[in-house]
């Protein structure tokens, strides 16, 4: 589809609002929610008919130096040190987590994030799978989906070797600019040889997928410096990029205080660096699958949206919709049955809860019927930009137009500016409403329209 831009409307439109990585956003999890009932979630899903294979995701909060772009939940030393002694406690964490889970249920989808990953040593990370395939069921090599985050610049090919012989079969890696004057001004200096080299090592060792991740509205960042950036990527052909606006909130992440807010590019020139990326990445085949990502035609993720299959979570875009999610580590987010429940996020209440041999849940959610039938309906909207009315209704025995007769007339101006087509079958985003996907969403989003929500402060990143 070809993603037309109207950049008065988008700067409009652009204004903070949550990603629908889940639904209720990670905001409203409440810290009633404890270890009982997530004991208690996991023997419910055990029990189903048909029991759901397993998505896990562990987090690896360490990082050598920071990048003062970065919103992550992560932790900057050089201490290797610290890297053993996270493993161990991420080990014991999977101690107590791994029997809860009935034995049978397999394991389709790993993924591990950060933070670095890669700032574990290959034979550090090889403790981490050996432990995590004793004590869960691994699918076969040939249908599970197996994926690192790389930072470019702390690996090597011979390490990428290690990873694709412990069963990795997808890497991510942050590129974000290669302009040398964007990457001064964001502390992240990373030469086009490190990171094609590696692109390149992941391919030799057999990888089914690379993905590269860039980010738009960088401090010093120009539309000449970006479409470099962007044809020397699109050169290597990665199967999917990620090209993220930059999201600078100073007030809530330390390390973006030391980027000059005068060196930050204008809303019409941030506007005008996705509209470069876009066109560059339509041109040269990629789809545009949403919320930042694309994919080549032939990729699992444009096949999954091609046969509605796709599937949004903490871990971004997956073809792994059917799945329970188990997240470990310190801030690590679950998904299993219908309820939500995250790790404290600070390492110290983590380490505390890992040694006294408790599950370190902190907070979540159970998920109500109209919590559920709103998932369902953003769901469909961020994964395929359409809700269908009757498959709705069916089934969660409503009557649309009833139901959501306030959320439809908060359509209606997005609707008037020809972002969205309503009708009595389906709510369908335009080609011009992709890029806002999560301004609909929002119509739908019972917690933003609450009374005291007006009062509350913004939480999320703008828009564009």
């Known amino acids: 589809m070809t993603i037309p831009f109207d950049p008065d409307l988008?700067?409009?439109?652009?204004?903070?609002?949550?990603?629908?990585?889940?639904?209720?956003?990670?905001?409203?999890?409440?810290?009633?929610?404890?270890?009982?009932?997530?004991?208690?979630?996991?023997?419910?899903?055990?029990?189903?008919?048909?029991?759901?294979?397993?998505?896990?995701?562990?987090?690896?909060p360490y990082c050598a130096s920071p990048c003062f772009y970065c919103g992550c939940n992560r932790i900057i030393?050089?201490?290797?040190?610290?890297?053993e002694a996270y493993l161990s406690r991420l080990l014991r964490e999977i101690d107590l987590t791994a029997p809860l889970l009935d034995r049978g249920r397999e394991v389709v989808q790993l993924h591990l994030g950060g933070g670095t990953p890669n700032f574990l040593t290959p034979a550090q990370l090889g403790t981490l799978m050996d432990s995590l395939g004793r004590q869960f069921h691994f699918a076969s090599r040939r249908v599970r989906d197996f994926s690192i985050e790389l930072d470019p610049r702390f690996?090597?090919?011979?390490?990428?070797?290690?990873?694709?012989?412990?069963?990795?079969?997808?890497?991510?890696?942050?590129?974000?600019?290669?302009?040398?004057?964007?990457?001064?001004?964001?502390?992240?200096i990373q030469s086009i040889e490190q990171t094609l080299t590696i692109i390149d090592a992941c391919r030799d060792q057999g990888m089914r997928s690379v993905n590269v991740d860039?980010?738009?509205?960088?401090?010093?960042?120009?539309?000449?410096?970006?479409?470099?950036?962007?044809?020397?990527?699109?050169?290597?052909?990665?199967?999917?990029?990620?090209?993220?606006?930059y999201a600078h909130l100073p007030e809530l992440f330390r390390a973006q205080r030391q980027i000059e807010t005068a060196d930050l590019p204008t809303s019409e020139d941030k506007l005008a660096l996705l509209q470069l990326a876009t066109a560059k990445l339509g041109a040269a085949g990629y789809l545009y699958i949403g919320m930042d990502h694309f994919a080549r035609p032939e990729d699992e993720l444009a096949r999954a949206q091609a046969q509605g299959t796709l599937h949004r979570n903490f871990m971004g875009y997956t073809t792994h919709a059917h799945t329970d999610l188990v997240g470990m580590g310190v801030s690590a987010?679950?998904?299993?049955?219908?309820?939500?429940?995250?790790?404290?996020?600070?390492?110290?209440?983590?380490?505390?809860?890992?040694?006294?041999?408790?599950?370190?849940?902190?907070?979540?959610?159970?998920?109500?019927?109209?919590?559920?039938?709103?998932?369902?309906?953003?769901?469909?909207?961020?994964?395929?930009?359409?809700?269908?009315?009757?498959?709705?209704?069916?089934?969660?025995?409503?009557?649309?137009?009833?139901?959501?007769?306030?959320?439809?007339?908060?359509?209606?101006?997005?609707?008037?500016?020809?972002?969205?087509?309503?009708?009595?079958?389906a709510i369908q985003a335009t080609s011009r409403g992709r890029l806002v996907l999560r301004i609909i969403a929002m119509c739908f989003d019972a917690f933003l329209h609450r009374p005291a929500a007006a009062s509350e402060p913004p939480r999320y990143s703008r828009v564009i």
């Open 333 to 425: 987010i679950s998904r299993v049955g219908d309820s939500y429940w995250q790790n404290y996020r600070d390492i110290v209440g983590w380490d505390a809860a890992v040694d006294a041999g408790h599950l370190p849940v902190w907070r979540g959610l159970t998920l109500s019927t109209d919590d559920l039938l709103r998932e369902d309906v953003i769901q469909q909207l961020m994964c395929h930009g359409e809700v269908d009315v009757a498959q709705t209704e069916t089934r969660h025995k409503i009557h649309f137009s009833h139901y959501f007769e306030a959320d439809l007339a908060r359509l209606a101006p997005l609707q008037a500016d020809g972002l969205v087509e309503v009708s009595p079958k």
């Open 77 to 83: 030393t050089r201490d290797k040190g610290k890297g």
């Open 214 to 245: 860039l980010i738009y509205g960088l401090p010093k960042q120009t539309l000449k410096g970006f479409g470099k950036t962007l044809d020397t990527v699109i050169a290597v052909a990665p199967e999917r990029l990620a090209i993220y606006g």
């Open 155 to 188: 690996v090597t090919p011979q390490e990428i070797a290690d990873l694709a012989e412990l069963g990795f079969n997808r890497a991510s890696l942050g590129v974000q600019d290669f302009d040398p004057a964007v990457q001064q001004a964001v502390n992240r």
């Open 10 to 60: 988008l700067r409009r439109y652009d204004r903070p609002g949550p990603r629908y990585t889940s639904y209720p956003t990670a905001p409203q999890f409440g810290s009633s929610f404890k270890a009982a009932e997530m004991r208690a979630q996991i023997g419910r899903s055990n029990e189903d008919p048909i029991p759901r294979d397993l998505s896990l995701y562990l987090h690896i």
